[in-house]
T-cell receptor, first 114, second 113 residues
Framework: DAMVIQNPRYQVTQFGKPVTLSCSQTLNHNVMYWYQQKSSQAPKLLFH???????NEADTPDNFQSRRPNTSFCFLDIRSPGLGDAAMYLC?????????????FGSGTRLTVV | TQLLEQSPQFLSIQEGENLTVYCNSSSVFSSLQWYRQEPGEGPVLLVTVVTGGEVKKLKRLTFQFGDARKDSSLHITAAQPGDTGLYLCAGFNYGGATNKLIFGTGTLLAVQP
């Protein structure tokens, strides 16, 4: 089945130690999104890629970066994780102009910072 | 800034009860989507409503889009423990370069057996 896969499902990192989360998709969607979600709150958009064009949200901290080497893969890099960055990180995809189809989300990566 | 407020924020009910979740905004949306998120998983799309006044049914779930396309409701009949999760509405506007959804504040539902 076509899907969005996030690895790992659970990640424990040390305070200040860089960490990378990955997302892959088999849907051939041209837009990929990264969201941060804390404790039963709504997901908060960090940034998204429209093909190779990177779009950062105004309030996304500089500590968060992203890479999209090809259509299928997208990475979230946290350069110096703080305790406040502990959260669920969700990757999602969509097709431009097909908003009615909704987003397809991965299962998320639960990040713990110790 | 477009905002979507959901109410209630939390809801704990017994199996078999009915419930309604509301999603309200002062902004007009081209369409509105509802997602359900189970613990430890990503949100899953339940439905998209597009036309003002539209009503869609998905088994025991009934979704309605307000006439002015500013609000929506989700009604669950005879709730079951499997309905437990975080319900998110999300508004969408066509015409932009990308499909950027505006998520609501969320409603956490717990259905007790």
């Amino acid at each position: 089945d076509a899907m969005v896969i996030q690895n790992p499902r659970y990640q424990v990192t040390q305070f200040g130690k860089p960490v990378t989360l990955s997302c892959s998709q088999t849907l051939n969607h041209n837009v990929m999104y990264w969201y941060q979600q804390k404790s039963s709150q709504a997901p908060k958009l960090l940034f998204h890629y429209y093909d190779k064009d990177f779009n950062n949200e105004a309030d996304t901290p500089d500590n968060f970066q992203s890479r999209r080497p090809n259509t299928s893969f997208c990475f979230l890099d946290i350069r110096s994780p703080g305790l406040g960055d502990a959260a669920m990180y969700l990757c999602a995809t969509s097709r431009v102009g097909q908003g009615r189809d909704g987003y397809t989300f991965g299962s998320g990566t639960r990040l713990t910072v110790v | 800034t477009q905002l979507l407020e959901q109410s209630p924020q939390f809801l704990s009910i017994q199996e078999g009860e009915n419930l309604t979740v509301y999603c309200n905004s002062s902004s007009v949306f081209s369409s509105l989507q509802w997602y359900r998120q189970e613990p430890g998983e990503g949100p899953v799309l339940l439905v998209t409503v597009v036309t003002g006044g539209e009503v869609k049914k998905l088994k025991r779930l009934t979704f309605q889009f307000g006439d002015a396309r500013k609000d929506s409701s989700l009604h669950i009949t005879a709730a079951q423990p499997g309905d437990t999760g975080l319900y998110l509405c999300a508004g969408f506007n066509y015409g932009g370069a990308t499909n950027k959804l505006i998520f609501g504040t969320g409603t956490l539902l717990a259905v007790q057996p």
